[in-house]
């Protein structure tokens, strides 16, 4: 009796703890496509020449992430981009003008990075260019070159600097002496720069933002942008810009406004907007303005909604849970503050974001039903520098945008812990989102993903606690979960320096889970993320369902077993602890009879294969 409980106890323990979190995963609801482009990054190739390339350990690491889509503009910086002088003035330095060719990142994106990787780059809707960089401010003569808190001060084009610091110079330069004028066939002629000469292929520069940031334009852009600036006269320079973009490459990806942060998403140059008396939020507006104009001309303006995100919670505990201020209705996200305004006075009530939900209420009320118009985030940051919060942060936004159909994300800050997550994600998991839920979604969730053939599954599962381990009992349905023991992938506990280095040399951790009936028992340490991937099959009928199950008795054994309700055997394959082969069996009749008093005394998995219905069974061998 005592090695009975020994051996029932080696193959059954667990950790404990005082509540255990159920995950449940059903592939066969909630079936989306996951965008591969919510695999992204910001500013990864050098604009200064083509030469400059990356290191070869910089490339290694670019391409063996996995990553899929490359955000190249610049932000601030790609709004007076000349690609014809392969010039841009920069708003956050002087408005100095510098050298900068967006040709290279794109030839180095074409000759270096797999077929199916895309870059993003950006049409100015500004209506001004740089021109030459003979009017910049001379910066290494004042300080070196060295940043205070006047670089934001216009000085290019003859301005004069005020020594006190802050953004307002002394006296503004002239932006006549280092701008000229860009009108929307220059802003476009990029397009056919790239298709026609450089021989760039559609495919990867579809995508193109509109612009960066336009409702902050009046502090970015000053020198040219006041506060007096209409939302609706943005909407024809957006407009103009759009259709001829549209005429010349009819497949283009249109992804705007791209709005600066929470407050913008509200408001326009700090105020609302009202039509006929009606407030509207800057949103609200641009999206009611392009269905407009969308029924009028008959041209499709908008492809991607896109908003740029910088909350200000700093703990572990608060930054574990803004990914939810997306999609989540229930959540009362504590930064909601623009949010207050959206109906035109101050509602200090407000405090449910969602705003991608909300978006997409939006969309549906303006376009109607199956407009096609999918979300992006391609700036964000998180104030920590933790690995592992800044791991699960990442993690779980990737994982909601899986969920929900978001087309681009492209974080803009780049923290340790962020290559490790990324190539998780992007070189393990599946090509379809499918259901998961778990009991409590503020500590774990469960991101599951299935491939085209429904044969693998890999699901990801989120631990956001900073201080507890989390006992998870996972339970697969509508799904055979083929092998009882695969080793799963593990982030946790991440350096404080650069793990990632490539596909094969990362801090990924290899873990056995072991299955039993489509369930397996999980510990998940604080602040980690579990990848589990799985081969089997999805369950199509009743019959599979309701089977009868075959039952192995004695269990545990010194050596006989029978195995009853078999007389649909097509396999019997018996399995260690670690997923090893150890043999096969054959049957007929109904029942089975098998000796392995040959084997070593511990735990084994049997797969019983009934025509295509899979069972799991443990069997304890004294």
């Known amino acids: ?178 701008l000229q004028d860009w009108n929307a066939d220059s802003v476009v002629g990029i397009l056919d720069h790239w298709r026609n000469n450089l021989g760039i292929p559609d495919s990867r520069i579809r995508y193109w933002n509109m612009d960066n940031e336009p409702e902050i334009w009046h502090g970015t852009h000053d020198d040219i942008v006041n506060a007096n600036l209409s939302p609706e006269t943005f909407m024809q320079n957006y407009f103009a810009v759009a259709k001829k973009a549209r005429a010349k490459f009819p497949s283009i990806k249109l992804v705007g406004p791209v709005p600066a942060n929470e407050w913008q998403w509200f408001n326009w140059m700090n105020r609302n907007t009202t039509i006929n008396g009606r407030f509207y939020p800057w949103l609200e507006f641009f999206i009611k303005r392009c269905a407009e104009e969308q029924a009028a001309s008959g041209i499709r303006l908008l492809d991607v909604l896109d908003i740029h995100f910088y909350p200000s919670e700093s703990t572990p505990e608060q930054i574990g849970q803004l990914h939810r201020i997306f999609f989540d209705r229930n959540y009362n996200y504590p930064g909601a503050n623009g949010l207050k ?49 800044v791991a699960t942060w990442y993690a779980s936004t990737m994982g909601e945008f899986m969920k929900n159909d978001v087309a681009l994300f492209t974080p803009w800050s780049w923290k340790v812990g962020m290559w490790e997550t990324l190539h998780l994600f992007a070189r393990y998991n599946q090509t379809l989102s499918v259901q998961g839920i778990s009991s409590d979604e503020t500590s774990v969730s469960a991101y599951p993903s299935v491939n085209d053939a429904k044969n693998t599954m890999t699901v990801v599962l989120v631990n956001r606690s900073t201080t507890s381990t989390q006992s998870v009992n996972l339970n697969v349905s509508n799904f055979v979960v083929q092998t009882p023991s695969v080793q799963a992938l593990r982030l946790s506990n991440l350096s404080s320096t650069e793990t990632f280095v490539s596909h094969t040399n990362n801090a990924l951790q290899q873990i ?49 077993l029978t195995i009853k309700n078999v007389e649909k055997l097509n396999r019997f394959d018996l399995f260690d602890v670690n997923g090893r082969f150890v043999r096969s069996f054959q049957i007929s009749g109904n029942e089975l009879s098998l000796d392995i008093s040959d084997l070593h005394k511990g735990c084994y998995f049997a797969v019983i294969d009934l025509g295509g219905i899979v069972y799991h069974k443990k069997i304890i061998k004294l």
């Open 512 to 560: 056995a889970v072991n299955f039993s009936n489509n369930t397996a028992n999980l510990s998940l340490p604080p602040l980690s993320i579990t990848s589990i991937t799985v081969s089997g099959r999805i369950l199509t009928s009743t019959f599979e369902k309701d089977a009868t199950e075959p039952t192995i008795v004695p269990n545990p054994t010194q050596g006989l």
């Open 1 to 178: 009796m005592r090695n009975i409980f020994l051996f029932t106890f080696i193959c059954l323990l667990t950790t404990i703890h005082a509540q255990v979190i159920d995950v449940s995963v059903d592939p066969t609801k909630d079936v989306k496509p996951i965008s591969p482009y919510i695999y992204g990054r910001n500013n990864n190739f050098p604009k200064e020449s083509y030469a400059a390339s990356l290191t070869t350990a910089q490339w290694t690491q670019l391409k063996e992430s996995g990553v899929q889509f490359l955000r190249e503009g610049g932000g601030n910086n790609s709004t007076k981009y000349n690609w014809r002088n392969g010039l841009s003035s920069h708003p956050d330095w002087y408005n100095n003008v510098y050298s900068e060719s967006w040709d290279n990142p794109v030839k180095l994106l074409r000759d270096n990075m797999a077929p199916s990787v895309t870059g993003m780059w950006t049409l100015s809707l500004i209506g001004k260019t740089a021109a030459n960089n003979t009017n910049n401010f001379n910066d290494w003569g004042y300080n070196s070159s060295q940043w205070w808190s006047g670089t934001g001060q216009n000085l290019a084009g003859g301005g004069v600097v005020n020594p006190a610091g802050g953004n307002q110079a002394t006296v503004n330069g002239n932006p006549s002496r280092y």
């Open 341 to 389: 305004s959206i109906n035109g006075g101050w509602d200090n009530s407000l405090t449910k974001e969602y705003i991608f939900g909300r978006i997409n209420d939006w969309l549906t009320q303006y376009f109607g039903q199956n407009h096609g118009i999918k979300l992006g985030l391609t700036e964000t940051d998180v104030n920590s520098n933790n690995p592992s919060v």
